[in-house]
């Protein structure tokens, strides 16, 4: 065997270790980890977590983050919008609807890190998720995903009715405008009016509400259609500040 030769066998079976040892160390089967969940609840948005609603919302009793209620409606509202990451666009291959769409691609289960899914979220520049002029994730939301990856990217089912209480006096500012951001604004906002609507700033928000589009909406009731999508629904007592609201008379407090 000549120099040459050998040379190319020895790189071949350097490329066939490395690749098998790639393999040994690439995605994990989010059914079938055993990822011991953080205990670290800091990471949770201020935002969300300061609502009369207790804090259900966002993560189950074993402090693992809330599929259903948290992070699908993070990639609804900032991935999903039309023409891009919905199932008619599905933009790069990316279909990021529903949690068995969401982890087939693009997610390392325990993994943030080698996530391709969460570090665009977190880049700067024109590949940066959603691009321009969508604004960015901000960072209490990305950190959500990239603490839902690390505990093993699972579809954790959360209740949506909770035991707090919406008894005390709701504020459009501190209660409503948190859910908004959270849930609506990233499909309606001034750039991004799907279904020409805007739920950004107060008059646009009362408006809708007037029209009772708003509530219809999000209670999923017969002639509108269900907000933030069919599968996702605002808790009980999210629910309860929009309805305090209206019947306060929608103040901008
Ligand atoms: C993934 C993107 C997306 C998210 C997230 C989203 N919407 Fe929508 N919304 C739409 C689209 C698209 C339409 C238009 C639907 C149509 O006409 O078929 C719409 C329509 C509406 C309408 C009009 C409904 C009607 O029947 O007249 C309201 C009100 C509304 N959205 C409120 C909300 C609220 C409140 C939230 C958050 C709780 C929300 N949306 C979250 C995409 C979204």
Redesign the pocket.
Known sequence: MNTLAKILMGMTLTFITISCLYEKGGPVDPTVTGIVPTTDTTNLPASLDSLPCGKTVTTNAQNQVCFNTVIL?LF??NC???GCH?SKTAAEGYDL?TYQKIVKKGIVAGNSKNSKLYNVMIITGEDRMPPAPSSPMSSDKTKLIAQWIDQGAKNIVCETSTTGTTAQTVSYSKHLVP??D???????NSN?K????N?TGYANVKQ?AI?G??Y???THQI???P???TD?K?TDCQIGL?KQWIDLGMPNN
Request: proline share 5%; charged share 10%.
């Open positions: 409606p609804l509202a999903a919008t039309s919905d609807i859910v908004l959270y849930y609506c604004t990233g499909c309606h991004t799907s279904g020409g609507i739920l809708m029209d589009a708003l219809g909406s999000i002639g509108y259609k907000m933030p999508s996702v605002l929009f």
